[in-house]
T-cell receptor, first 113, second 110 residues
């Protein structure tokens, strides 16, 4: 069975500090991977997607970057956090990029102070 | 850009009552997904429904592409159905860019 693991579960960070959030998918080779963000009380927004290792496409950047260093790993990062980065980050995967259901991790709650 | 409108914004039911949630979208060639967002924030995929009607237990999703709408029907609601229901539009059926609605917050009381 496929599993998706996000880390950390929660983070409290200072403005201007770096950030790295991770997502690992086990039990499925070559998944399509996605990052989403939701401000508190806000609408879920898609940030990035990746179809294959080393390739990441940006949908909405928000001064964040994403990388896919391994087939089963998707990383979201920034060197300098802003207050506006606070919110809830979700990673998801699907078998194909089109016409497929999405499966989500449990998310990371980020508070930037 | 694409617009996804969900209604109602919130809904309170007594256990056992039925609910009808609506999602309207602005472009015609798309597919629709429905998600349940737990109070903790994680999402569960309920339906991938590009068109027609799909059933899963007490849930029914109906998408009418030419009318640019999709609905989620919950029958015999239970307190465990409480949470937020999101619809999302996939342009051309691709998950590469999903546009989410703001959600319907459902509260089912015993």
């Amino acid at each position: 069975a496929q599993t998706i693991h996000q880390w950390p579960v929660a983070e409290i960070k200072a403005v201007g500090s770096p950030l790295s959030l991770g997502c690992t998918i086990k039990g499925k080779s070559s998944p399509n991977l996605y990052w989403y963000w939701q401000a508190t009380g806000g609408t879920l927004q898609q940030l990035f997607y990746s179809i294959t290792v080393g390739q990441v496409e940006s949908v909405v950047q928000l001064n964040l970057s994403a990388s896919r260093p391994k087939d089963d790993q998707f990383i979201l990062s920034t060197e300098k956090l802003l207050l506006s980065h606070s919110g809830f980050y979700l990673c998801a995967w699907s078998l194909q990029v089109s016409n497929e259901r999405l499966f989500f991790g449990h998310g990371t709650k980020l508070s930037v102070l | 850009g694409q617009q996804v409108q969900q209604s109602p914004a919130s809904l309170v039911l007594q256990e056992g009552e039925n609910a009808e949630l609506q999602c309207n979208f602005s472009t015609s060639l798309n597919s629709m997904q429905w998600f349940y967002q737990r109070p903790g924030g994680s999402l569960v995929s309920l339906f991938y429904n590009p068109s027609g009607t799909k059933h899963s237990g007490r849930l029914t999703s109906t998408t009418v592409i030419k009318e640019r709408r999709s609905s989620l029907h919950i029958s015999s609601s239970q307190t465990t159905d409480s949470g937020t229901y999101l619809c999302a539009l996939a342009s051309g059926g691709s998950n590469a860019k999903l546009t989410f609605g703001k959600g319907t917050k459902l509260s089912v009381k015993s």
